[in-house]
Antibody, heavy 117, light 111 residues
Framework: EVQLVESGGGLVQPGGSLRLSCAAS????????MNWVRQSPGKGLEWISF????????YYADSVKGRFTISRDNTKNSLYLQMNNLGAEDTAIYYC??????????WGQGTLVTVSS | QSALTQPASVSGSPGQSITISCTGT?????????VAWYQQHPGKVPKLMIF???NRPSGVSTRFSGSKSGYTASLTISGLQAEDEADYYC???????????FGGGTKLTVL
């Protein structure tokens, strides 16, 4: 069974940093492209980043470019999102998703990031 | 404001068919056959229903179908059931620097 488990969310002050993790199991992680998608409370979905299976290609939404960095460790079956210079607009549930950037066939349960003073 | 435009809400009675539209531009839906649709029940994780315009993942009911014409993609649900009541989101690749855009979501109510 495919499982994706996010962690690392929490309350952070404006301007602060957080590192999210996504632990994968039940599939060949090293053979899978991965994404981060977020959802602000009561709002819609927003794709924010993609990384291919070898970490050769990385893409970001304009809203996070220059502040967020996606990475992965295929030896640990883990995906990461380093988030810097966080603002209130970054408050959201962050999901990791397996698949190409265009669609994700499996999602984790999400981790909540709250940016507030 | 979302890059792709969806109606805020649609409704239908059990057994009926409904269609949710997703309108984009020449830089997204009009340029690529990479439209996806997701279903999200309240408090739950999004579920992929359609990918690459009209393909259904394994396990998704054949009552769900997708299509595209010009700058507009559509999700049709036939034989509406109470369990279909949820929010639905479309997404597409885009030639802009953001790569992927979502619609604002459509709330489906089964009357």
């Amino acid at each position: 069974e495919v499982q994706l488990v996010e962690s690392g969310g929490g309350l952070v002050q404006p301007g602060g940093s957080l590192r999210l993790s996504c632990a994968a199991s039940g599939f060949i992680f090293s053979g899978s492209d991965m994404n981060w998608v977020r959802q602000s409370p009561g709002k819609g979905l927003e794709w924010i980043s993609f990384i291919d299976k070898n970490a050769d290609k990385k893409y970001y939404a304009d809203s996070v470019k220059g502040r967020f960095t996606i990475s992965r460790d295929n030896t640990k079956n883990s995906l990461y999102l380093q988030m810097n210079n966080l603002g209130a607009e970054d408050t959201a549930i962050y999901y990791c998703g397996r698949g190409p950037a265009g669609w994700q066939d499996h999602w984790g349960q999400g981790t909540l990031v709250t940016v507030s003073s | 404001q979302s890059a792709l435009t969806q109606p805020a809400s649609v409704s239908g009675s059990p057994g009926q068919s409904i269609t949710i539209s997703c309108t984009g531009t020449s830089r997204d839906i009009g340029a690529y056959n990479y439209v996806a649709w997701y279903q999200q029940h309240p408090g739950k994780v999004p579920k992929l229903m359609i990918f690459d315009v009209s393909n259904r993942p394994s396990g998704v009911s054949t009552r769900f179908s997708g299509s595209k014409s010009g700058y507009t993609a559509s999700l049709t649900i036939s034989g509406l059931q109470a369990e279909d009541e949820a929010d639905y989101y479309c997404s597409s690749y885009t030639s802009t620097s953001t790569l992927v855009v979502f619609g604002g979501g459509t709330k489906l109510t089964v009357l």
